[in-house]
Every structure is written in structure tokens, then in C-alpha cells.
């Protein structure tokens, strides 16, 4: 079912008392809108940041888990480990995992796979580079991310998956794609799951905008007809910036 979701990816930022002190103050913020509202503490606090969030209208979610069930993957955190603290939520395929953890496709494919598997349910991010969008490939690209990470699975799977478009060049940059650039892309993203699934899986699926998502320019992008939501880096480490976003619907 399309929802209207905005998520708060905090990246590696905030140890615990920080991560204490942002819950707080976000807890002090009011919602007047339907958005479901997430937040990604790092790993070491998501079990504080759950515990103390657990009578809240704020789901804790974790950026990133590891595809194998267990065994040796030094440093790695497994999908049971996340469920075993009360986690639903996992960010799979941001750009810095990406750019930075050699994370492709078939990596990809495997996380969200494995995933799944657990019952958690999944925002499965993807987004071209500057140099694609200038040479006008953005649109090969974005369709090949989704294919080779998600196309294998059955239409039923989709139901536990969010999409979040983010494209490269505004991801931290301040440079926003512009609503109609949002709005053009995930039209496109729903006609590319529309070709392959029908309108069952593309009318109800929840795509999310993400980069450089602020409260000044939040409103705007919401408003689109095919934009469900954020994904917001930077200016969710602000209650007020955050909160003024989650309102913007
Ligand atoms: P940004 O990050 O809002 O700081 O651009 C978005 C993201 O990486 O999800």
C-alpha cells in the first residue's frame, strides 16, 4: 500500500549522547501530517535509540546489514542481529555504500534477498551520477539498478519494499533535483515496475525522493503526484529542519 513516508538516514554521525539528545528533541516536535516517520541511528545506538522511541510515532530503522545469515564476516551486522532488537526497517543500496563498499547489483540483489527472508522490510535505494544524467542516461540507469537488484523477485515480495530515487549529484551537494526532475524519474520508476509486475505492484508502490531535502524546498517536492516521501541526510540531524519536512505533506 502507497504511503507517505519520510525517513531520516543520520549516516555516521552522533555517538550515543547525541543520538539521546536528537531523540529528544525530536520527540518535542509536533506532527500534523500522515507521514509515517523514520529514523537510521548508527549501529551501536539503535538499540538505545529504539528502547527510548518505543511509545513514539517514530520507527527506528538501521542503515545497512550484511546478506549472510552468520558466521565470519568481521565488522558485519546480520539481519537477525537487527530483528533481535526490535528492528523492521533496513536501508539497502545507498550511494555511499555503493561508492565507498564496492556494493553492486548482485551484492544487492543478495542483502535484499536475504532481507526479506527475515521479514524485514526494505528501502531499496538507487539513483544515477551527474555524468549519466548529462548524458541524458539517467533513465537506463535507474531502470538497470531496480532490474538487476529486485526484478528476481516474485510481485508479492514488493509489498515489503520502499523505492527511494536518489540521485548522486544532490545527495549532500545542497544541489536538489527539481520537483519535475523527481516527479519525471518516478513516473518512470512506476512505468518500469508497471512493464514488469502491472498496476498492483506499481500503483501501490512507495518511492521516496532523496537529496538535499529541506524544509524550504520539501513542500514542493511533496507535492508530486508520484513522490510518496523522503529520504533525508543532512537535515535530519535537526529536529526542527526534520520535523518541518515531515509536515510538509
Ligand atoms: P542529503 O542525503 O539529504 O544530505 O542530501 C540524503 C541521503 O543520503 O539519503
Known amino acids: 500500500m502507497r504511503k ?20 529528544s528533541d525530536l520527540k518535542k516536535q509536533t506532527k500534523t501530517s500522515n507521514a509515517e516517520v523514520m529514523i537510521a541511528p548508527a549501529f551501536t545506538n539503535l538499540w538505545q535509540a529504539f528502547e527510548t522511541t518505543r511509545h513514539d510515532d517514530i520507527e527506528v530503522i538501521a542503515q545497512n546489514m550484511h546478506f549472510a545469515t552468520n558466521g565470519a564476516y568481521t565488522g558485519e551486522v546480520s539481519a537477525d542481529m537487527l530483528k533481535s532488537i526490535g528492528i523492521q526497517t533496513v536501508i539497502l543500496g545507498h550511494s555511499e555504500r555503493r561508492a ?18 527475515k521479514d524485514l522490510r526494505v528501502i531499496f535505494c538507487f539513483g544515477e551520477e551527474l555524468a549519466d544524467r548529462k548524458a541524458a542516461n ?4 535507474v531502470a538497470s539498478q531496480i532490474q538487476n537488484a529486485l526484478f528476481h523477485l516474485d510481485a508479492s515480495a514488493f509489498k515489503n519494499i ?4 536518489e540521485p548522486v549529484w544532490a545527495i549532500g551537494t545542497g544541489e536538489t533535483a527539481s520537483p ?5 524519474m518516478h513516473k518512470f520508476i512506476r512505468k518500469t515496475l508497471n512493464d514488469k509486475y502491472g498496476n498492483q505492484v506499481a500503483d501501490h508502490m512507495t518511492i521516496l525522493y532523496g537529496g ?3 524544509p524550504t524546498n520539501a513542500k514542493e517536492i511533496f507535492s508530486k ?13 535537526k529536529a526542527e ?6 509536515n510538509a505533506f
Not at 507517505?4 to 531523540?23: F, R
Not at 503526484?225 to 529520504?231: A, K, N, R, S, W
Not at 529542519?241 to 515531515?246: G, N
Open 212 to 214: 538535499s531535502v529541506k
Open 180 to 184: 519535475e526532475q523527481a516527479q519525471d
Open 4 to 23: 507517505n513516508i519520510v525517513a531520516g538516514n543520520w549516516k555516521m554521525n552522533n555517538d550515543l549522547p547525541q543520538t539521546e539528545a536528537l531523540i
Open 100 to 117: 565507498y563498499f564496492n556494493e553492486d547489483d548482485a551484492i544487492l540483489a543478495k542483502k535484499v534477498d536475504q532481507a526479506l527472508s
Open 162 to 165: 520502499v523505492l527511494a530515487y
Open 241 to 246: 529542519d526534520f520535523y518541518a519536512i515531515v
Open 138 to 141: 539517467h533513465e537506463a540507469v
Open 225 to 237: 503526484p508520484d513522490v510518496d516521501g523522503g529520504l533525508i541526510g543532512g537535515a535530519a540531524l
